[in-house]
T-cell receptor, first 115, second 114 residues
């Protein structure tokens, strides 16, 4: 079974500082990786995804993530955060041939931006 | 309306009540999903529909009953729920049921079972 680990349940960061949210997955097959963001009282919104090709993926709102197959990681980064980035961030994985199994999500990381 | 909408946004019900959650997608997608989001736990996939046909039921108790009358609408019928069923229920849709298809989520229904 697939699993996704987001080690940090909460990450406090000062405004305009860089941030990295960690995500590791377990899989022995080809995977596709996603980061979603959930703002308060809203559903999940796709930030970015890795399907194939370049391991550095750029998404919306200045976020990017790097796929590292050897370390089975897909960490999310932003060079300078803003108050509006305060939200819950979810890493998710699907795998080749998974089809109806859908996405497996991590528990989420709450990003708290401090002024 | 655009994207994925869900009604109601909030629902409080007793354990003997019967209620339904509604989801509608305006994206022309063919696959729809129900997820349960509980505090401090990963999102749990409950049901998957593809072209109105149920393709996945992740061992969900029978007190949750899904219905998909067409590719745009998805319902979750609730009866004799338990307090531990209190959670945010999210609906999502995707173009197809492929591994690489992006899922688009609705805002969720916050359910409280008394």
């Amino acid at each position: 079974a697939q699993s996704v680990t987001q080690l940090d349940s909460q990450v406090p960061v000062f405004e305009e500082a860089p941030v990295e949210l960690r995500c590791n997955y377990s899989s022995s097959v080809s995977v596709y990786l996603f980061w979603y963001v959930q703002y308060p009282n809203q559903g999940l919104q796709l930030l970015l995804k890795y399907l194939s090709g370049s391991t550095l993926v750029k998404g919306i709102n200045g976020f990017e993530a790097e796929f590292n197959k050897s370390q089975t990681s897909f960490h999310l980064r932003k060079p300078s955060v803003h108050i509006s980035d305060t939200a819950e961030y979810f890493c998710a994985v699907s795998y080749s041939g998974g089809g109806a199994d859908g996405l497996t999500f991590g528990k989420g990381t709450h990003l708290i931006i401090q002024p | 309306e655009t994207g994925v909408t869900q009604t109601p946004r909030h629902l409080v019900m007793g354990m003997t009540n019967k209620k339904s959650l509604k989801c509608e997608q305006h994206l022309g997608h063919n696959a729809m999903y129900w997820y349960k989001q509980s505090a401090k736990k990963p999102l749990e996939l409950m049901f998957v529909y593809n072209f109105k046909e149920q393709t996945e039921n992740n061992s969900v108790p029978s007190r949750f009953s899904p219905e998909c009358p067409n590719s745009s609408h998805l319902f979750l019928h609730l009866h004799t729920l338990q307090p531990e069923d209190s959670a945010l229920y999210l609906c999502a849709s995707s173009q197809a049921l492929g591994d690489t298809d992006t899922q688009y989520f609705g805002p969720g229904t916050r359910l409280t079972v008394l």
